[in-house]
């Protein structure tokens, strides 16, 4: 069993930054792959981004190429979005997500374990 706890969302203008943190216990971090959702009000949980076990490969959304960064830090067991030039679009609750595969995952339904989530509201 994986534990994921996400912090660091929040209120930001737009063109802001914010950092998002997900805190990873339970098992050996570095036997999962990690990805980040989001959901906004009224739409399905859709991909933002994922991350191999040890960082060699990254996949990304359209909507977030350019703007958002994953990356982990398998001594401290958390993975990170760094989001920045956000848009009041970006608003949703954030989740991260792990799962055990060795391949990157973009879909949902692939991922085993969730956090609670956090939520990022940009203002225009």
């Known amino acids: 069993q994986v534990q994921l706890v996400e912090s660091g969302g929040g209120l930001v203008q737009a063109g802001g930054s914010l950092r998002l943190s997900c805190a990873a216990s339970g098992r050996t971090f570095s036997n999962y792959i990690m990805g980040w959702f989001r959901q906004a009000p009224g739409k399905d949980r859709e991909f933002v981004a994922a991350i191999t076990r040890y960082g060699n490969s990254i996949n990304y959304a359209d909507s977030v190429k350019g703007r958002f960064t994953i990356s982990r830090d398998n001594a401290k067991n958390t993975v990170y979005l760094q989001m920045n030039s956000l848009k009041p679009e970006d608003t949703a609750v954030y989740y991260c997500?792990?799962?055990?595969?060795?391949?990157?995952?973009?879909?949902?339904?692939?991922?085993?374990?969730w956090g609670q989530g956090t939520q990022v509201t940009v203002s225009s």
């Open positions: 997500a792990a799962d055990a595969s060795i391949r990157l995952l973009t879909t949902e339904g692939s991922y085993d374990y």
